[in-house]
């Protein structure tokens, strides 16, 4: 996934050459917490602990301890090469709200309702978590993520507001009658969830 800003750090020792950005999520009644995504030749990842979890804070300056101070950080990161980067603490950050999501998602009822703005942003704040589930080789959450509404929604999202419509947009009009509005907000809600209670604060 392609965000909108990132920093390129090139590590002398281990070759890292990698685009970072802090993303900076809001849920409602919690404080904002700020996450590490990168993407190194290729791979969209998140800085994770040794158990997996996103590594969430609530400053800059407690991502730059943690990195300096902290245990051993699954590759590709580097705490040497991060901690010791400065650009890091004046990065722009990107930010996601949970609570709009949710807002996006109770307001309509129906696959018809949703507009571009709004598909738009549930699709890249579903592309983002999604990285984290590919990252950890989540079967549950992959397997979620192939929902026959999850699929459809997207489809429909992707060709009527973003891709050129074709064959494929004809097909998908002949079946958006059978669309579960219903089990898509409750698939998408479960994976929003997932990766909520996989931040551990540091």
Known sequence: MQLRSGLEINGQNNKINMEISIIELSFSGKSNV?????????DD?????NNQKICGFLSRNNIIHYLNNGDTLINPFSNVVLGTHKPLASIEKISYSFKEIEEIILKNTHIEEIGAEDGGYLIEVYNLISDYFYQINNKECLLLRKNEN??????YCYYK???????????L???????NYSEFS???????????????IY
């Open 34 to 42: 700020l996450i590490l995504w990168g993407q190194n030749d290729g």
């Open 45 to 49: 990842c998140f800085l994770l602990d």
């Open 150 to 155: 999850m699929e459809m929604f997207f489809d």
């Open 161 to 171: 507001y973003f891709w050129k419509q074709g064959d494929e947009w004809l097909e």
């Open 173 to 179: 009009e002949k079946k958006i009658s059978g669309f």
């Open 186 to 200: 409750e698939v998408y809600k479960e994976l929003l969830n997932f990766f909520y209670r996989s931040i551990k």
